[in-house]
């Protein structure tokens, strides 16, 4: 494997690692993911992957709640998100574009309940939001959403507990 391969998997490794730990965070202090996870049935498993053998998250819906799992998928994922390859997934992981264009041009596969994955990539959106400045937000979401005092508070929280700490 050259370096630069190395590079991108290690940056989408850590990206994948950084949304599984803010999704866990967020979801207990964002009212609008809340909202969109109150649909999904409790116990179910989200498998985001990189193909082949590549980077994952699995992130679990518990108690109105999102548990980051980790890599890899622990138990049997009800909605599964693949991307065809690092170098499909790298572009949309490191924010040089949206999830949206990304799944335009092919770079991921869904299997599972469609609906379930147009609420995560929403989700995702919002995390995004929280994770990356304006600028780059403006560039890779299509609607960047208001950030008042509550939502840089929660910012603050996910950077400073939710990512480190899991909490």
């Not at 498993?45 to 819906?61: A, D, E, I, T, Y």
């Not at 799992?69 to 949206?98: D, T, Y």
Request: net charge positive; with cysteine; glycine share 8%.
């Amino acid at each position: 494997m050259n370096l630069k391969k190395t590079i991108k998997k290690l940056v989408v490794q850590v990206v994948m690692f950084v949304l599984g730990r803010s999704f866990q965070s967020a979801s207990k202090l964002d009212f609008v993911i809340q909202n969109e996870i109150s649909g999904w049935e409790d116990g179910m498993v989200v498998l985001m992957q990189v193909l082949p053998k590549g980077p994952s998250m699995c992130l679990l819906k518990k108690e109105d709640r999102i548990r980051y799992l980790g890599s890899g998928a622990k138990e049997k994922p009800n909605l599964i998100i693949s991307f065809k390859n690092i170098e499909s997934a790298f572009p949309v992981m490191a924010g040089l574009m949206g999830a949206e264009q990304g799944f335009a041009q092919s770079r991921m596969i869904v299997k599972g309940d469609l609906p379930v994955a147009m609420s995560f990539i929403r989700c995702i959106n919002r995390l995004e939001a929280f994770l990356f400045p304006k600028i780059i937000s403006r560039r890779i979401l299509k609607r960047v959403p208001k950030m008042g005092l509550k939502e840089q508070i929660i910012r603050l929280r996910i950077y400073c507990t939710g990512i480190p700490l899991g909490i």
